[in-house]
C-alpha cells in the first residue's frame, strides 16, 4: 500500500499568481504510513474547495486524508521564486517550514521563503 502513496505528488500548485494553499496528510486506510503534500490553487475561492477537490481523489486510490492547515503562497515563475504565508480561517495556519521543504524538493532552482505575516 505504500506504493500508493509514491504515486500521490508532493507538490500541484498554479504556475503564477497568489493564491491558498492547503497542507494535506495523506495516510494508508488502516495503517500508518503516511506523508504531507501541498496543493494550492486561484481557483478556490475558499481553502475548503481545495480540500474537497484533494479529499475524493485520494479516497478513489484508497488513501485517507486530513488539512493540516492553510495559507498562501505566492508564486513568481519568472524570478523563480515562491513565498509561503498567511493562513486559513477555516483550518488554521499550515506549518509554513514544512510547506516550503516540500515546495523546495519541487522546484529545486526556486528561491523559497515562508512567514507568518498575514500580507
Not at 2 to 20: T, Y
Request: hydrophobic share 30%; proline share 2%; charged share 30%.
Amino acid at each position: 500500500m505504500a506504493d500508493v502513496l509514491c504515486k500521490v505528488s508532493n507538490v500541484e500548485i498554479d504556475p503564477d499568481g497568489v493564491f491558498k494553499y492547503i497542507l494535506v496528510r495523506v495516510k494508508v486506510k488502516e495503517g500508518t504510513q503516511h506523508k504531507d503534500i501541498v496543493r494550492g490553487t486561484k481557483s478556490a475561492q475558499y481553502h475548503n474547495h481545495i480540500f474537497e477537490k484533494v479529499s475524493p481523489e485520494m479516497q478513489s486510490i484508497g488513501l485517507d486524508c486530513s488539512c493540516l492547515g492553510g495559507g498562501k503562497i505566492e508564486h513568481n515563475s519568472k524570478e523563480k521564486k515562491l513565498r509561503v504565508f498567511g493562513e486559513s480561517t477555516g483550518y488554521g495556519k499550515a506549518e509554513h517550514s514544512l510547506t516550503a521543504e516540500k515546495l523546495k524538493s519541487a522546484f529545486q532552482d526556486y528561491e523559497i521563503t515562508w512567514s507568518d505575516d498575514k500580507k
